[in-house]
């Protein structure tokens, strides 16, 4: 059965930064693309980054582009996302997901989700 839990989450003061990891595991996932979403009250679950699954491919919504970083660790079945300068509109509720194939056209497509880790950033 595939799990994937997320950490790294908690409350930080604009400016900041935090880490947050997800681990996979129940199956193979080397060959996969992974990613983040997040999911602030209120509004609807929207994509923050992916990986591609050898890591040399990246993408990010426009929003976080420039201060988050999306990195894997195929030995470790462990993705990444280094979040830097971290604003009010960053909280949120953060999701791991990992999509069916090596890559994607367009949108990330989640296979799986993880269950969630809360960012708060404080003004």
């Known amino acids: 059965q595939v799990q994937l839990v997320e950490s790294g989450g908690g409350l930080v003061q604009a400016g900041g930064s935090l880490r947050l990891s997800c681990a996979a595991s129940?199956?193979?996932?080397?060959?996969?693309?992974m990613g983040w979403f997040r999911q602030a009250p209120g509004k609807e679950r929207e994509f923050v980054a992916a990986?591609?699954?050898?890591?040399?491919?990246?993408d990010y919504a426009d929003s976080v582009k420039g201060r988050f970083t999306i990195s894997r660790d195929n030995a470790k079945n462990t993705v990444y996302l280094q979040m830097n300068s971290l604003k009010p509109e960053d909280t949120a509720v953060y999701y791991c997901?990992?999509?069916?194939?090596?890559?994607?056209?367009?949108?990330?497509?989640?296979?799986?989700w993880g269950q969630g880790t809360q960012v708060t950033v404080s003004s």
């Open positions: 997901a990992v999509a069916a194939g090596g890559w994607y056209i367009g949108r990330f497509h989640p296979e799986f």
């Open positions: 990986v591609s699954w050898n890591g040399g491919n990246t």
């Open positions: 129940g199956g193979t996932f080397s060959d996969r693309a």
